[in-house]
């Protein structure tokens, strides 16, 4: 039976080496990944992402391709912890990997307060990548 890992990622190091762990456990568990990606854009392109950011989702998705593993790409809007936590809520993950600190700079200095929100919020077990 396949089952679904969510990969949280913003492009940054910590979200790549969140995906090089992600495909450790979808290798175990046979598991499809889906590739979260919380946009800012307020803009009418609700389902594109900013050429920026698919330069460096492509990389992760290459990442995926190399492991022969199935993944989708899905783009969220909002708030990037309820974003992620709502969606992984909502769907049935078996585990949900998360880089310990993405793009924004504010989350440099300490632990990502997104990352820290998301495992509070989310049901499924969080592997929370550094």
Not at 85 to 106: H, W
């Amino acid at each position: 039976m396949t089952t679904k890992l969510l990969l949280a990622s913003d492009g940054s190091h910590h979200a790549h080496r969140a995906a090089e762990e992600a495909i450790k456990l979808a290798k175990i568990n046979e598991s499809e990944i889906i590739i979260a990606y919380v946009s800012s854009d307020d803009s009418d392109n609700k389902g594109e992402v900013h050429p920026d950011i698919q330069n460096k989702l492509q990389e992760t998705q290459n990442l995926i391709k190399q492991a022969s593993l199935t993944y989708q790409v899905k783009v969220l809007h909002g708030d990037p912890a309820d974003a992620i936590s709502d969606y992984a809520n909502a769907n049935a993950f078996e585990f949900l990997v998360i880089g310990s600190r993405g793009l924004n700079k504010m989350q440099e200095m300490v632990m990502g307060s997104v990352s820290y929100e998301v495992m509070k919020l989310a049901k499924c077990p969080v592997l929370v990548v550094k």
